[in-house]
């Protein structure tokens, strides 16, 4: 019973189609393996943490973290290589869905280790199920790479849109001030003082002020003896 129990125990659904090994191959790889499989990582997770937390089942041989394919950034999944087939079974059995950075990780069993699985197969660069996910998860660069491109493509659209149908509007007041269109334009001084040397050859200059008129007419008034006599009468009644 208690192999019974084990064999249960040891059974999971992961498997790497791309792994290019004949079906009898990789059942003798997966009876004799000491890997380890770590998926649902935080992208910020270390490997540092990830060897304090599995370093409690056994000893490590060491631990291949996945990458990026374009950036080689951690893109949340590891590889754990254990000394003993041992420990990596009591690793599968005591930490698969625990938590590590407030996330439930996973572990599987791997048949192996090979140069160029670290990094990502998604077509951003990362995995596949980064790809295509629609949730917002802040520990795996938040929404999905195809929901952030469709985003990027409308606001892109957007600006494009009202870019176009400002340039297509009548220029605003500021704008029509800033680019001297309309209204009244303070003439230069200069301009100023030829078009008033203009209007004096044409006979155009405008009369004297009314008080200087006044002046004048008092200076004439009182160069007058007429008027100077019957003021002087006036003031005797």
Excluded: W
Excluded at 74 to 82: D, I, K, Q, R, S
Excluded at 101 to 121: E, N, V
Aim: hydrophobic fraction near 30%; charged fraction near 30%; charge should be negative.
């Amino acid at each position: 019973m208690s192999h019974l129990y084990k064999e249960l125990q040891l059974s999971s659904p992961y498997k790497d189609f791309l792994n290019q090994v004949a079906e009898d191959e990789n059942d003798r790889l997966m009876a004799t393996t000491s890997t380890l499989y770590v998926g649902n990582l935080s992208f910020y997770t270390t490997e540092e943490q990830i060897y304090e937390l599995f370093s409690k089942c056994g000893e490590i041989k060491r631990i291949i973290m996945g990458l990026n394919r374009e950036t080689k950034t951690p893109c949340g999944f590891c590889f754990v290589e254990y000394m003993l087939r041992d420990d990596a079974v009591d690793c599968l059995k005591f930490i698969n869905g625990t938590r590590l950075d407030d996330r439930t990780i996973r572990t599987d069993l791997d048949p192996g280790f090979k140069d160029g699985r670290q990094f990502g197969r998604g077509k951003s660069g990362g995995q596949k199920r980064d790809e295509f996910r629609l949730d917002y998860d802040p520990g795996r660069g938040g929404y999905g790479k195809i929901v952030q491109q469709t985003a990027a493509a409308s606001a892109a659209a957007s600006k494009q849109v009202f870019s176009a149908f400002s340039q297509s509007m009548p220029m605003g007041f500021q704008a029509m001030k800033a680019a001297g269109v309309g209204g009244r334009r303070k003439r230069p001084a200069a301009e100023a003082d030829d078009a008033d040397a203009e209007a004096d050859a044409d006979g155009d200059a405008e009369p004297a002020a009314p008080a200087a008129k006044r002046r004048q007419l008092a200076q004439a008034d009182s160069s007058n003896p007429r008027f100077r006599q019957e003021r002087d009468g006036s003031d005797d009644e």
